[in-house]
T-cell receptor, first 112, second 114 residues
Framework: EDQVTQSPEALRLQEGESSSLNCSYT??????LFWYRQDPGKGPEFLFT???AGEEKEKERLKATLTKKESFLHITAPKPEDSATYLCAVQAPETGGFKTIFGAGTRLFVKA | ETGVTQTPRHLVMGMTNKKSLKCEQH?????MYWYKQSAKKPLELMFV???????ENNSVPSRFSPECPNSSHLFLHLHTLQPEDSALYLC?????????????FGPGTRLTVL
């Protein structure tokens, strides 16, 4: 069964304390892996798309990497404004088109 | 306005009410989606429209009825809902097509069913 698992469920960091969020997936024929940020009461905001193993993308303090089984979102020297829920999603082909499967997210809290 | 907009942002309704959620995208996309988001659960895909045709319906109860009159607008009509339907309802849009397809989300409608 295709699935996406994110860990940890919640992560508490001190400001400046770097860490990584994990997204592991089992799908047949990955077309793309997406990272989103979601603030409370708002819709997910797109961050990155990764297409193939070995690919990396960066944006400010965030860096996303991809292997054949998982993706990491590395957060370097986080600030309180990085506090949010980070969602991972994968896209894979299915009959007649494709499907998108989301993980449950990692809630990140950064304390000043 | 830009991006994906949703109205209303908050909705409280009784189980016998009929209401509608509205979504509009200003991105020139061809595909639109409705998702349900409950606490600590993954986003649940409800409906997908591509070029105004429904292409997916993930066993959603008939008390939810989607409508897509054109590629920029999407509605979700609600009637005789249950308290367990209380959630954040998110609309998204994407270009559609064969390439990996990034979805862009609206701010959501927080629905409470009493």
């Amino acid at each position: 069964e295709d699935q996406v698992t994110q860990s940890p469920e919640a992560l508490r960091l001190q400001e400046g304390e770097s860490s990584s969020l994990n997204c592991s997936y089992t799908v047949s024929g990955l077309r793309g892996l997406f990272w989103y940020r979601q603030d409370p009461g708002k819709g997910p905001e797109f961050l990155f798309t990764l297409y193939s193993a070995g690919e990396e993308k960066e944006k400010e303090r965030l860096k996303a990497t991809l292997t054949k089984k998982e993706s990491f979102l590395h957060i370097t020297a986080p600030k309180p404004e990085d506090s949010a829920t980070y969602l991972c999603a994968v896209q894979a082909p299915e009959t007649g088109g494709f499907k998108t499967i989301f993980g449950a997210g990692t809630r990140l809290f950064v304390k000043a | 306005e830009t991006g994906v907009t949703q109205t209303p942002r908050h909705l409280v309704m009784g189980m016998t009410n009929k209401k509608s959620l509205k979504c509009e995208q200003h991105l020139g996309h061809n595909a639109m989606y409705w998702y349900k988001q409950s606490a600590k659960k993954p986003l649940e895909l409800m409906f997908v429209y591509s070029l105004e045709e429904r292409v997916e319906n993930n066993s959603v109860p008939s008390r939810f009825s989607p409508e897509c009159p054109n590629s920029s607008h999407l509605f979700l009509h609600l009637h005789t809902l249950q308290p367990e339907d209380s959630a954040l309802y998110l609309c998204a849009s994407s270009l559609g097509g064969l390439a990996p397809d990034t979805q862009y989300f609206g701010p959501g409608t927080r629905l409470t069913v009493l």
